[in-house]
């Protein structure tokens, strides 16, 4: 189901017995890397701070899901949690508008939401479906833009820039890098040749690094401890633990459908959640359906007398309306619990709170 992605996936990963064939495009890869050698240093130079705002931006070292939107979310909501107004900026991958005509996500009771996933995104109405009002979901490919949008017109002292770290407008306070924490860099190769978007000794530039754990009793392996020593050293590490907000019934056969960027973390979630994964149909990230599409997974499920089907909440807007409810379709809320003490890692967010704002 995942098609051409999932052909690179495969060998990108570095996994045991995975093939790696992309090996063969590393003469690519290393114009890749000299490309965007160019356009992060253009970047960095352009990024100009805003005045009154605390930025944090998230990003990823390589390519595919590492948790960089839950992680977003989850800051977002410490952010309320402490008093102040939040937003969470994201690009818009997938929108079909034109940057310029994105904007906010509006918030009101009643708002279509579901109608509107081609112009903000999928990304961006799962936060808002899933944040309170004091903290604003803005789409724009310009942050600054952006930031000042959600400055000026919703008072947010806390911006959080959801993959930001490629981005050459907004300046940011501090870098948060999510990776995997069994792959980290996956094969070590980048783009095409494997998964890296920069090179590894770039995780110097983070704050902190922070694993997203998948599974009850799941620990960050040495080996990754110890690369992440190797090429970051003194960059400290927060973990994370992946949750249900609403608990499945334990043993239940499920069956998966989902259009994300590493369906195999989904897997290891659930199968930790102690639901019965009978399958798991992968499409491409951000894949569009229609009930066409779904209907050979639909009737598997009903087959195999799966309990429910259940989706993602990044899904949860694309998947098309009165599908079921044989079996029925469920949307898997989650949250995170920290593992490790999080007064450090949220000090610098904290104190900017506590400071008058001054907007120049």
Known sequence: ????????????????????????????????????????????????????????????????????????????????????????????????????????VPDFAG?????????YGDEALALRLALPREAAVAVDPDRRRAAEVVRSGYGARVLILDDGWEQGSLAWSELWVALDPR?????????PAGPLRRPVSSLREARRAVFLLEEPGETVPE?????????????????????????????ARVAVVSGIGTPARLDR?????????????AFPDHARWSASSLRAPLARARRER??????????????????????????????????????EALRPMHEAVARPASIV
């Open 111 to 119: 708002y279509p939401l579901a109608e509107r996933a081609a112009r």
């Open 183 to 191: 792959r980290p860099a996956g094969n070590g190769s980048a783009l």
């Open 1 to 104: 189901m995942r098609g051409l992605a999932g052909f690179f996936e495969r060998s990108w990963s570095g996994e045991p017995g995975a093939v790696s064939w992309t090996r063969a495009l590393l003469p690519l890869a290393a114009g890749y890397a000299a490309a965007s050698g160019i356009a992060r240093g253009r970047a960095e130079r352009r990024r100009q701070p805003l005045p009154g705002c605390h930025v944090i931006a998230i990003g990823n070292l390589t390519v595919g899901g590492t948790g960089k939107s839950t992680l977003a979310r989850w800051l977002a909501l410490e952010a309320v949690s402490a008093g102040a107004r939040a937003a969470v900026l994201l690009r818009g991958h997938g929108a079909a508008a034109p940057g310029s005509e994105r904007g906010v």
């Open 223 to 251: 080996p990754t401890l110890a690369w992440l020593a190797r090429v970051a050293p003194g960059v400290p590490i927060l973990r994370l633990q992946r949750t249900l907000r609403d608990p499945l019934p334990r043993g």
């Open 306 to 343: 799966a309990d429910m089907i259940l989706i993602t909440e990044k899904d949860e807007l694309r998947w098309p309306p009165g599908l079921g409810p044989d079996p029925p379709v469920r949307v898997l809320r989650t949250g995170v619990r920290p593992l490790d003490p999080v007064a």
């Open 269 to 281: 979630f659930l199968r930790g959640a102690g639901a019965e994964v009978l399958f798991h149909d």
